[in-house]
């Protein structure tokens, strides 16, 4: 059997309270934050993973912090004096998410040298990657992965149209990255005139856009490939498209890591691949908040990943 490649991690930590109904105010909490929530998953699947991120100081950052090790996400942590921050999250009858972000930190996000030794990817995005406080940290610990060989994978999670400075440093990660992940609607803020045609022009090897219901579609140098989604009673889609990012790293990295994964990736490779995680984020929309059914992620687990 082959070992699987340490993944390191970069992005927001968040408390996510989802309204339940409309009034009076009663919401469901759960621990959030885009690529928290792609390391949950890698971890459920046996992947090592290393996160870093950034709490308060409040009894509910002590408690998150604690819920990110039982996760086993081997969290590093800056410990910013402040509350644990919260998305509010509410949802339309569909189940698709409008998100009110309270995060309060202000001091740059710094990680220490050398944190990278030996891992297989770097997956990092969202909110985080998006603040001028922490693009100093985030640019060093991507040239860190670049050094030690790692697949280099970048998730904007945009949620909202960003600023020109926003902008800037979205397009500095597109330079850099092997693999984009992004949704149809980070796609159309980044690119409104023609975002399919945009996004298969863009520098990274193999760009992949979910499509909500719709399935995935990926370009990989000059091919393309397109899956249908997978029909499942929705919940809600917290997490889906993070969900989808696990699966898909899942997959690629399943014989080993480092930039060679996708030299030796071909479209049939690929469609696997996307077949798998377009399954994997359709389970993930079937539970409250971001978040997967055990016994659904053991049957995806034994499909998409024995042997
Ligand atoms: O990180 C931003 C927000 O997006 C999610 O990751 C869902 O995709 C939430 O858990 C979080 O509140």
């Known amino acids: 059997m082959v070992e699987k490649p340490a993944i390191a991690l970069v992005g927001e930590s968040l408390v996510d309270l989802v309204l339940e109904g409309e009034s009076p105010l009663t919401f469901t909490g759960s621990l959030g934050g885009s690529v928290l929530n792609t390391a949950t998953v890698l971890a459920r699947l046996g992947y090592p993973v290393r996160f870093f991120s950034e709490v308060g100081e409040d009894w509910l ?59 297989g990817a770097f997956h990092f995005g969202s909110l985080f990657a998006l603040e001028a406080r922490t693009a100093k940290g985030v640019a060093a610990l991507l040239e860190e992965a670049a050094r030690a060989g790692a697949l280099l994978s970048y998730d904007p999670n945009l949620r909202g149209l960003p600023s020109p400075e926003e902008r800037a440093r979205v397009e500095a990660y597109l330079g850099r990255v092997d693999l984009l992940k992004l949704s149809l609607e980070d796609a159309r803020l980044l690119f409104p005139e023609a975002p399919l045609e945009a996004v298969r022009r863009l520098p990274p090897r193999l760009k992949v856009l979910t499509l909500g219901p719709e399935g995935a579609l990926a370009f990989l140098g000059e091919g393309e490939v397109r899956v249908p989604g997978v029909r499942v009673r929705v919940v809600d889609t917290v997490g889906a498209g993070d969900t989808f990012t696990a699966g898909l790293l899942a997959l690629l990295l399943r014989r080993g890591g480092g930039r060679g994964v996708l030299e030796g990736l071909d479209l049939e490779g690929l469609r696997e691949a996307l077949e798998a995680a377009v399954a994997l984020s359709a389970l993930a929309c079937t539970v409250r908040g971001a978040g997967l059914p055990e016994e659904g992620l053991a049957a995806w687990r034994a499909r998409w990943l024995a042997g």
Do not use: C, I, T
């Not at 339309?92 to 309270?102: I, L, V």
């Open 61 to 119: 950052s002590a408690w998150s912090e604690a819920e990110m090790a039982r996760r086993g996400l081997n969290p590093k942590l800056r410990r910013h004096p402040g509350p644990m921050p919260l998305a509010l999250v509410r949802l339309d009858p569909e189940g698709n998410a409008r998100y009110s972000f309270h995060r309060p930190f202000q001091a740059p996000f710094l990680p220490e040298a050398g944190a990278l030794r030996g891992v």
